[in-house]
């Protein structure tokens, strides 16, 4: 079997490239998930939902695709949040992984072959670990830290495309490092009191925030995989790490042979973060929206193309989803017509509509394979439709066994050729378009000024902020500056200012 010619953009080689897998006719894919310590945010559901869009391309034409996210179920921001919540990281992360999954479920998102965690891959990671060692890669430092050796590996800084020179430079440099060279990263880091913890060679600890994904994919996946996707922030230093790690370990090159990474979805043209506080959740979205919009608003603009969140773009998903699903009840309508006759005048008009769906489809299919070009493909879709209203209109049109084709050709156009591969337009039209007018009914509130405000900025609360601070204080006493200084870094990237005075610790808000 041949399968469709696909372009991809690698940002390894910065270039647009024919995908070929290792082995033909399979595809492994991985996908780096979200860390679960709170709702994810739609820039999150972005990302996840663009992996959705290559997973369900991959399978559409024909490949057999392993596919493997992760969730990040153990880090500093979730030994926070249970300080914060008074449960134990690992209850953080069991909660929100629930809530994560519910959001994609509402968003459609398709189960991928294999969802991983960091907790159940320890053992994995530390068989890499010691590799790492071994092969002169990674070094142990004091207290039982394990870092890599950014200077064993020659090609470091290849898939973000700088010099190591000028990486070092736009770093941070810690004073009290243990680092040999500051772009050194941490591989295993030693536990401090009441932080989950493992035994391995080198300490009781935990691995380092990398790691995982070269252990997960080369558990699930092999030495090499064929595409590895994530948000543009994940280029510089985490998949930059993952090739590091991964090369070393296997000593096969290239560990990933096309990376492709979606734009970010900003809010006032700044990038939606938790750490910013600009965030607008998946689940206030879904709720108040519904999937079919998250899944328009966020797959209808190409991946490499920033999208910048507002009440238009709610609107244009929405007028475009009106517009499909209009078109659709009408050709339902069309197709389940009991009187037909035929009329000469007609069948010449509706010949000429399947020339056009036959072009349609083409062009949706160069399109999705043109480096997953959807807005192109869509195009292609809402000029078929326009042509079909127009048809429509000619009252000689109607009833006749060619209208009937050409409206079961739409309705296959629309289901099939778009709506596998964007997960859109399969809902029966009556109820997508029911749901369209009280979503739009309460737009006008929900971008409210005032509302807007007060949700996209939420605020700590003060109890969370005054455990907080009493964890940096007890951080502080215990010499643990690291964590101390963590902390406040928190606190600020939530809004939360903290000044210490020899009177003790006080707060404001930004
Ligand atoms: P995190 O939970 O921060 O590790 O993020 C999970 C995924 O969401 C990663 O692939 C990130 O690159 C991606 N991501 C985070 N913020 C945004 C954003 N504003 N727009 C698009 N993708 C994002
Ligand atoms: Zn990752």
């Given at each position: 079997m041949t399968l469709r010619a696909i372009q991809l953009t690698n940002t390894l080689s910065g270039k647009k490239e024919e995908l070929k897998t290792s082995q033909p006719g399979k595809l492994t894919f991985y996908s780096c998930g979200p860390t679960v310590y709170g709702l994810i945010h739609i820039g999150n559901l972005r990302s996840a939902l663009v992996a959705d869009l290559f997973f369900r391309y991959f399978q559409r034409v024909g490949y057999e695709v392993i596919y493997v996210r992760n969730y990040t179920d153990v880090d500093d921001k979730i030994i926070l949040k249970g300080h914060e919540e008074n449960l134990l990281a690992s209850e953080v992360a069991k909660k929100y992984t629930l809530e994560v999954e519910k959001d994609f479920a509402v968003a459609g998102l398709l189960e991928p072959t294999h969802k991983t965690t960091v907790t159940t891959h320890i053992e994995e990671i530390i068989v890499l670990i010691q590799k790492m060692i071994e092969h002169g890669n990674a070094y142990v430092a004091d207290g039982g830290e394990v870092l890599y050796s950014i200077s064993s590996f020659p090609t470091y800084g290849k898939l973000s495309h700088k010099r190591i020179d000028d990486l070092i430079a736009g770093i941070r440099v810690e004073?009290?490092?243990?680092?040999?060279?500051?772009l050194d990263f941490t591989l295993w880091k030693p536990a401090k009191l009441g932080e989950p913890s493992w035994d391995s060679p080198w300490s009781k600890g935990r691995p380092g925030w990398h790691i995982e994904c070269s252990a997960m994919a080369s558990r699930w996946l092999g030495d090499q995989i064929d595409v590895h996707h994530g948000g543009e922030d994940l280029i510089f230093p985490h998949h930059e790490n993952e090739i590091a790690q991964s090369e070393a370990c296997s000593g096969k090159e290239p560990f990933v042979k096309y990376w492709v990474h979606n734009a970010f979805l900003t809010l006032s043209k700044e990038k939606m973060s938790k750490s910013l506080g600009n965030v607008f959740t998946a689940r206030e979205f879904l709720t108040r929206f519904s999937g079919e919009v998250a899944r328009y608003l966020l797959?209808?603009?190409?991946?490499?193309s920033m999208i910048d969140f507002s009440l238009e773009t709610v609107e244009q998903a929405l007028n475009a989803l009106q517009r499909i699903y209009e078109a659709k009840a009408r050709a339902v309508e069309l197709k389940n017509q009991s009187r037909v006759r035929s009329d000469l005048r007609a069948e010449s008009m509706w010949g000429s509509f399947a020339a056009s769906c036959e072009k349609a489809r083409m062009e949706i299919d160069e399109n999705f394979a043109h480096d997953m070009n959807t807005a192109g493909a869509l195009a292609a879709l809402f000029s078929l439709i326009r042509e079909f209203n127009r048809t429509l209109a000619?009252?000689?049109?109607?009833?006749?066994p060619s209208a009937v084709l050409a409206a079961q050709e739409l309705i296959r156009i629309m289901e099939e050729e778009m709506g596998s591969v964007l997960?859109?337009?399969?809902?029966v039209p009556e109820n997508a378009l029911k749901d369209f007018g009280r979503i739009r009914a309460s737009l006008s509130d929900i971008f409210q000024d005032s509302y807007v405000k007060e949700k996209f900025r939420e605020r700590l609360s003060e109890n969370a902020i005054q455990i907080a601070i009493e964890a940096r204080i007890a951080a502080r006493n215990a010499k643990d500056f690291a964590k101390a200084d963590f902390i406040r870094k928190d606190l600020e990237s939530q809004g939360v200012l903290i000044q210490d005075a020899p009177t003790g610790t006080t707060w404001q808000y930004k």
């Open positions: 004073v009290t490092s243990k680092k040999r060279n500051p797959l209808s603009v190409h991946y490499r000619e009252p000689f049109a109607q009833a006749t997960g859109i337009g399969r809902l």
